[in-house]
Each structure stands twice: as structure tokens, then as C-alpha cells.
């Protein structure tokens, strides 16, 4: 079956800066990459998604790239704020489930 | 519903009962997907529901775990004889479309505490 590594389990930044969270993925017949973000005590709630015939993807301050032939894709929050504050975890589905990595809890810092 | 309902919010059981939790997806998803979250811990997948069919359910962590769903709508998951390592969030998701590759919508979760 799917097998979705993520890293960094925890990344602290201050406000304004960058975070970058990095997840590889093992089943070559995986398309679709969603990106989810859960607050403390709330539903994960997806935040971006991108599909293999896609390399990358924006939306405002959120970004994410693919790249199939390494099977590694990649979130990238911009000009970070205390309310990004959560854990995102990246996640991985063919035909089959839907497979999510272990999360990263980003603390950004006022 | 306008989103995936789950009941009850919080269950409190003995070790050794037999509890069962449910999950209402979004009316017309035909896909569902049941996760276990512990404390502080990742998405554990559990069971995969396409329709009524069960084509993955690879990550039921024992025989005690089971899950129904049916008329494509309601699903439950099972635990019978629960040990304390059961206590966790149990997540349900449906998405719309035949396979998983579309957004899978999460429900608020059971908090299910085994004492």
C-alpha cells in the first residue's frame, strides 16, 4: 500500500518568515495531493490540493510543488501568521485510500 | 446535512464493552473513510468504503474492529471488547466521486475514553 513520509514533525518560524514542510510518497500510481491543516480540537480541513498533471500550484500565501518523477511533493506557507499556527498534514490517494503523512506542527511566533 | 456528521461527540466506556459510532456523510459522497487520531498524533487510516463496498480495510488494527455501511449513506464502526489503547478521536471523511482522488470532508470526530 501507500506509504507518505513527512518532515519536519515539529517547525517553529517567526512571523513574516517562510515554513516549507516536505513529504515523499512510495505508490507511483498516486494522483491526487491535498494538503490539510488542523487547529487544535477542530476537523483537519484541506487547505490546497494538486494532481499529478500539475507541478505546482498558488493560492495567495500557500503553495504547493510535485514532482513525480522523485515522488516528493511540498507546501510552502509565505509571510507566515500566528493564526497559520497548527498541525498540516500532506496526504496521498490513487484509486484506492487516501494515505496521510504523520503532520508537522508549525508554531509561528509573533 | 451541509457537512459529515458524527455521533456521539464523546463516549466514555469500561474496558470490555462493546461500543459502536456513527458516521453520516454528505449526501451523494459515495466514498468513506474512517481514521484514528491518538493524543498529539497523526491520521491512522482504518477502512475505505466505496458505496457499500469495503474494497480497503487493511488498516482494522484487530478482529475487534469492524465497520458497516449501507444504502451508500450511513457507516459504522464497530469496537467490541475495548482495551484502553482504544482511547482516541475516531474520524469519519466522505469525498465525492468513484475513486479518492477528490476533497475528503472530515467530520468533528467521536473522543472515544475506555476506563
Known amino acids: 500500500g501507500e506509504n507518505v513520509e513527512q518532515h519536519p514533525s515539529t517547525l517553529s518560524v517567526q512571523e513574516g518568515d517562510s515554513a516549507v514542510i516536505k513529504c515523499t510518497y512510495s505508490?507511483?500510481?498516486?494522483?491526487?495531493f491535498p494538503w490539510y491543516k488542523q487547529e487544535l480540537g477542530k476537523r483537519p480541513q484541506l487547505i490546497i490540493d494538486?494532481?499529478?498533471?500539475?507541478g505546482e500550484k498558488k493560492d495567495q500565501r500557500i503553495a504547493v510543488t510535485l514532482n513525480k518523477t522523485a515522488k516528493h511533493f511540498s507546501l510552502h506557507i509565505t509571510e507566515t501568521q500566528p493564526e497559520d499556527s497548527a498541525v498540516y498534514f500532506c496526504?496521498?490517494?490513487?484509486?484506492?485510500?487516501?494515505?496521510f503523512g504523520k503532520g508537522t506542527m508549525l508554531l509561528v511566533s509573533p | 446535512g451541509a457537512g459529515v456528521s458524527q455521533s456521539p461527540s464523546n463516549k466514555v466506556t469500561e474496558k470490555g464493552k462493546d461500543v459502536e459510532l456513527r458516521c453520516d456523510p454528505i449526501?451523494?459522497?459515495?466514498?468513506l473513510y474512517w481514521y484514528r487520531q491518538r493524543l498529539g498524533q497523526g491520521l491512522e487510516f482504518l477502512i475505505y468504503?466505496?458505496?457499500?463496498?469495503?474494497?480497503?480495510k487493511s488498516g482494522l488494527p484487530s478482529d475487534r474492529f469492524s465497520a458497516e455501511r449501507t444504502g451508500e449513506s450511513v457507516s459504522t464502526l464497530t469496537i467490541q471488547r475495548t482495551q484502553q489503547e482504544d482511547s482516541a478521536v475516531y474520524l469519519c471523511?466522505?469525498?465525492f466521486g468513484q475513486g479518492t482522488n477528490t476533497e475528503a470532508f472530515f467530520g468533528q470526530g467521536t473522543r472515544l475514553t475506555v476506563v
Open positions: 471523511a466522505s469525498s
Open positions: 505508490d507511483s500510481a498516486s494522483n491526487y
Open positions: 494538486i494532481r499529478s498533471n500539475v
Open positions: 496526504a496521498a490517494s490513487g484509486y484506492s485510500t487516501l494515505t
Open positions: 449526501s451523494g459522497h459515495t466514498a
Open positions: 468504503f466505496q458505496g457499500n463496498s469495503a474494497p480497503d
